[in-house]
């Protein structure tokens, strides 16, 4: 009898040394599936890829066992979690994401309290156009889906002496840094809050969260920053407040996404926008592959896998 398969995003050698017990097939979303879809019991998805493709082996899994994805939110998995066999467990990404987001979202603050756009602008051009812009230092600073990256966004705000760093989470707790505020606290969380990350997963309840009245309730000039997903995010609310000049933003996603070239929110005052690339740095590919090789090692011994977020023929949350 021969070992069940593990389809693997990268090529099986790279992340040697992997479990014996385990047949290793690399597929990266090309047209043509290198194996039979029916013999994989574990299978890594490929990364920023899409829902289509990292959906489009599914049907034929028949014996899978284990989905595992290299992204910390998983909406673009969700929709299949009901085609899976029953126990099959569908797992996200888990800290592999906190270092290489938590840069950017720093970056993208720095950049925007600093007006880093406009410098950008203002050099082709030779214009020398001092002026005074906020600093991050004594900033009150609120971060809503407080989980890994909430925490290491965190982390990387101490050392610049922010004022305060407020934590909101869909339920109140406590945390390693201190307490986290429950969602349904947003309301009177907001006004105090200079600058707003959103580090929240998208799902049914975080859809539109920052919509026309959670907007409206950030103070005058205040900065909000979203890392996590564009739907998150009412963007013909948010284009309001730009267009009027009240408001900021720090954009590595958006809705829709990719965004049209002919969006306005392109041209919007006081926005800033990145590709969504919070994800792909040169932190991504080694915490990867240790992910990776330890995911197989516990499901090669028979031990419960890390960073369970559904399984199939449960419903999902």
């Not at 001092?130 to 900033?139: E, F, G, K, Q, T």
């Not at 305060?164 to 969602?183: F, K, L, T, W, Y």
């Not at 799902?203 to 309730?217: I, K, Q, V, W």
């Not at 996603?253 to 919070?278: M, N, Q, S």
């Amino acid at each position: 009898m021969t070992n069940p398969d593990v389809w693997l995003p990268f090529p099986p050698a790279e992340l040697a040394p992997l479990p014996a017990s385990l047949n290793y097939v690399h597929w990266d979303g090309e047209p043509e599936f290198p194996a039979d879809p029916a013999r994989c019991v574990f299978y890594a998805v490929p990364y920023m890829k899409g829902p289509e493709v990292a959906q489009r082996p599914l049907e034929h899994m028949t014996v899978v066992r284990a989905v595992q994805t290299l992204t910390a939110g998983v909406d673009h998995m969700l929709p299949a979690v009901p085609r899976l066999p029953a126990g099959a467990v569908l797992c996200n990404a888990g800290e592999l994401h906190n270092t290489s987001t938590a840069e950017l979202a720093l970056a993208l603050v720095l950049a925007a309290q600093r007006d880093i756009p406009g410098a950008v602008r203002a050099q082709p051009e030779g214009r020398w156009e001092p002026a005074v812009r906020p600093s991050l230092a004594d900033r009150r600073v609120l971060i809503v889906g407080y989980g890994g990256i909430g925490a290491a966004i965190e982390d990387r705000l101490r050392p610049f002496e922010v004022a305060e760093v407020i934590r909101v989470a869909s339920r109140a707790r406590d945390s390693d840094h201190g307490p986290v505020h429950g969602v349904a606290e947003l309301p009177e969380l907001l006004p105090r809050a200079e600058v707003v990350i959103l580090t929240t997963p998208l799902t049914d309840a975080t859809r539109g969260l920052a919509g026309a009245e959670f907007l409206a309730r950030m103070p005058d000039g205040a900065l909000l920053v979203n890392v996590s997903r564009g739907a998150v995010v009412d963007t013909k609310a948010l284009l309001a407040e730009l267009e009027s000049g009240r408001l900021r933003a720090a954009l590595d996603v958006t809705d829709p996404e990719p965004l049209p070239a002919e969006h306005p929110l392109w041209r919007a005052p006081g926005v800033l926008i990145t590709p969504h690339v919070g994800g792909p740095s040169t932190a991504f590919r080694p915490r990867a592959d240790r992910l990776l090789r330890a995911q197989l090692a516990r499901f090669a011994a028979g031990e419960p896998l890390k960073y369970i977020v559904a399984t199939g023929g449960a419903p999902v949350a």
